[in-house]
């Protein structure tokens, strides 16, 4: 019997909503004394940063909220939170 | 871990910036892969994770009921075995749906024996609704049903000792992690959804509005609660706790309690030297019980 109560959502679709806009402090990824651990990727709530071809780490902008777990985990200290002017 | 690098949980989901339970669901999903279905009860992540016609997950997902969680995903892994599918059958519900509301239903499903991981991110409180209390509540919390002040110190009762019920019951693997330890979460997620049987984890989920810190640190919130054994990390199976995390010279509970909102009326208008030894007592207790004191001499 095929479900017709409630209703559904294509997979994903969370992605038309671009939480990019709720940022406050913007994080600057420097690429200087990172060891692209990784860290950044795991710990993101968002799950917005993700792994260049070169190894290195950026954060999607249009998702990122800014909350700066990425900048307070790094090992390397190589995340800067700054106030983004709009 | 290596077959599923795509993300299956997305991004757009509406929680608060560095929110622990979305960072729970990345981890989980993480570690089940996407051959997986959830079940999820009304919780916080239910409501930033699906505002319709919005989802932020990329797998089979239902929600019903508050209470009916374990329930439905018992009627899931009924079906699917039924019709010789192999999907891991995962429940992804809060501490109030677990501890409280969907307890009679969790019951159920785990003495009959389905083959279900049932997940609690745990943050201690309902938050979804603005922060009241739950079975999961650590005592002296401050929430808005149990309001610090004159007259009350928050919280009147310990946290229920959920695994131990669920132990009685039989479950074949029981495990408690955190988002401080993200591995770890993945590995015991991959552990119990590869294990037969109803299973159960509970994953320490820090919530920066509802404990009161910066979203920033909400791993570092999580470390803290590990490292003054006030939440301790450990596998049980079959009822027997085979691995608990030691923690080398376990910090004073102070430490986590002053950065946090919700127990600020320890530290004012003066220091409550008697609720926060009670508070140590708890996690002199938990830690003598798991075993999970390692001192080391200071070199002198």
């Given at each position: 019997?095929?479900?017709?109560?409630?209703?559904?959502?294509?997979?994903?679709?969370?992605?038309?909503?671009?939480?990019?806009?709720?940022?406050?402090?913007?994080?600057t990824?420097?690429?200087?004394?990172?060891?692209?651990c990784?860290?950044?990727?795991?710990v993101?709530?968002?799950?917005?940063?993700k792994?260049?071809e070169?190894?290195?780490f950026?954060?999607d902008?249009d998702?990122?909220?800014?909350?700066?777990?990425?900048?307070e985990?790094?090992?390397?200290?190589?995340?800067?939170m700054?106030?983004?002017?709009? | 871990?290596?077959?599923h690098?795509?993300?299956?949980?997305?991004?757009?989901?509406?929680?608060?910036?560095?929110?622990g339970?979305?960072?729970?669901?990345?981890?989980?999903?993480?570690?089940t892969?996407?051959?997986?279905?959830?079940?999820a009860?009304?919780?916080?992540?239910?409501?930033?994770?699906?505002?319709?016609?919005?989802t932020?997950?990329?797998v089979?997902?239902?929600?019903?009921?508050?209470?009916?969680?374990?329930?439905?995903?018992s009627?899931?892994?009924?079906?699917?075995?039924?019709?010789?599918?192999?999907?891991?059958?995962?429940?992804i519900?809060?501490?109030?749906?677990?501890f409280d509301?969907?307890?009679?239903?969790?019951?159920?499903?785990?003495?009959?024996?389905?083959?279900?991981?049932?997940?609690c991110?745990?943050?201690?409180?309902?938050?979804?609704t603005?922060?009241?209390?739950?079975?999961?509540?650590?005592?002296?919390?401050?929430?808005?049903?149990?309001?610090?002040?004159?007259?009350?110190t928050?919280?009147?009762?310990?946290?229920?000792?959920?695994?131990?019920?669920?132990?009685?019951h039989?479950?074949?693997?029981?495990?408690?992690?955190s988002?401080?330890?993200?591995?770890d979460?993945?590995?015991?997620?991959?552990r119990?959804?590869?294990?037969?049987?109803?299973?159960?984890?509970?994953?320490?989920?820090?919530?920066?509005t509802?404990?009161?810190?910066?979203?920033?640190?909400?791993?570092?919130i999580?470390?803290?609660?590990?490292?003054?054994?006030?939440?301790?990390?450990?596998?049980m199976?079959?009822?027997?706790?085979?691995?608990?995390?030691?923690?080398?010279?376990?910090?004073?509970?102070?430490?986590?309690?002053?950065?946090?909102?919700?127990?600020?009326?320890?530290?004012?208008?003066?220091?409550?030297?008697?609720?926060?030894a009670?508070?140590q007592?708890?996690a002199?207790?938990s830690?003598?019980k798991f075993?999970?004191?390692?001192?080391?001499?200071?070199?002198?």
């Amino acid at each position: 019997m095929a479900l017709n109560v409630g209703c559904a959502a294509a997979p994903g679709r969370a992605r038309d909503n671009r939480t990019g806009s709720w940022r406050v402090f913007k994080p600057t990824f420097r690429h200087e004394t990172c060891t692209k651990c990784g860290l950044c990727e795991t710990v993101c709530p968002e799950g917005c940063v993700k792994e260049r071809e070169d190894g290195y780490f950026d954060p999607d902008y249009d998702y990122c909220k800014g909350c700066g777990l990425c900048a307070e985990e790094c090992p390397a200290d190589d995340i800067e939170m700054a106030q983004e002017e709009k | 871990m290596a077959e599923h690098e795509c993300e299956l949980f997305e991004c757009g989901h509406r929680a608060c910036g560095g929110c622990g339970p979305a960072l729970a669901a990345r981890l989980i999903l993480k570690g089940t892969g996407e051959n997986t279905i959830v079940v999820a009860s009304t919780g916080c992540m239910e409501v930033f994770s699906t505002p319709y016609p919005e989802t932020a997950w990329g797998v089979p997902w239902i929600h019903s009921l508050f209470e009916n969680a374990a329930a439905v995903a018992s009627g899931v892994e009924a079906s699917l075995k039924k019709q010789g599918r192999d999907e891991h059958v995962v429940c992804i519900c809060g501490d109030g749906a677990t501890f409280d509301i969907g307890m009679l239903c969790i019951s159920g499903a785990f003495e009959r024996g389905h083959d279900i991981t049932y997940i609690c991110y745990d943050n201690e409180a309902y938050m979804n609704t603005g922060i009241q209390r739950s079975g999961a509540t650590p005592y002296d919390a401050d929430t808005t049903t149990s309001p610090a002040g004159k007259c009350s110190t928050g919280n009147k009762r310990p946290k229920k000792d959920l695994p131990a019920i669920l132990a009685a019951h039989g479950a074949s693997y029981i495990a408690t992690a955190s988002i401080a330890y993200p591995n770890d979460v993945v590995k015991k997620i991959e552990r119990a959804v590869n294990t037969p049987g109803p299973n159960y984890i509970q994953i320490h989920a820090p919530c920066a509005t509802g404990w009161g810190f910066e979203g920033a640190e909400t791993m570092a919130i999580g470390r803290l609660a590990v490292e003054t054994g006030l939440w301790v990390n450990y596998e049980m199976v079959n009822g027997e706790v085979e691995k608990a995390k030691k923690i080398v010279n376990r910090k004073p509970v102070e430490e986590y309690l002053m950065v946090q909102k919700r127990f600020r009326h320890l530290f004012r208008p003066e220091r409550n030297v008697e609720e926060i030894a009670k508070i140590q007592a708890i996690a002199d207790r938990s830690a003598a019980k798991f075993g999970i004191d390692v001192v080391l001499k200071k070199p002198e």
